[in-house]
């Protein structure tokens, strides 16, 4: 702790600044690009409990959850993990965005 403090004092930040900033998964919608490497965000799915409950959509995903699964030209690019993740989802049928 007093080196993360010291660190903070050197860098002229606070110590919240140097935590982990959360995603804000509301904006995670659109053309998304499945990666195995270099993603934008480290995701994995789960089966209760998301951060953000995704539908699969062929058209207009203009809104939260609601991706369109693309091989070029993504708005974000997506890895499917099984550990330390940027966020959670889990795949729906109706209702997708935040909890």
Excluded: C, E, H, R
């Excluded at 004092?9 to 600044?17: E, K």
């Excluded at 959509?57 to 693309?70: C, E, H, L, Q, T």
């Amino acid at each position: 702790m007093l080196k993360t403090a010291l660190l903070a004092v050197l860098l002229g930040t606070s110590l919240g600044a140097l935590a982990a900033t959360p995603v804000d998964v509301s904006k995670i919608y659109g053309n998304i690009q499945l990666v195995n490497s270099f993603p934008d965000y480290k995701v994995k799915v789960v089966n209760s409990f998301p951060d953000l409950k995704v539908k699969q959509v062929n058209a207009f995903p203009d809104s939260a959850g609601k991706w369109k699964i693309v091989n070029s030209f993504p708005d974000y690019k997506i890895q499917i993990v099984d550990s330390f993740p940027d966020f959670t989802i889990k795949y729906v049928d109706a209702f997708p965005g935040v909890n």
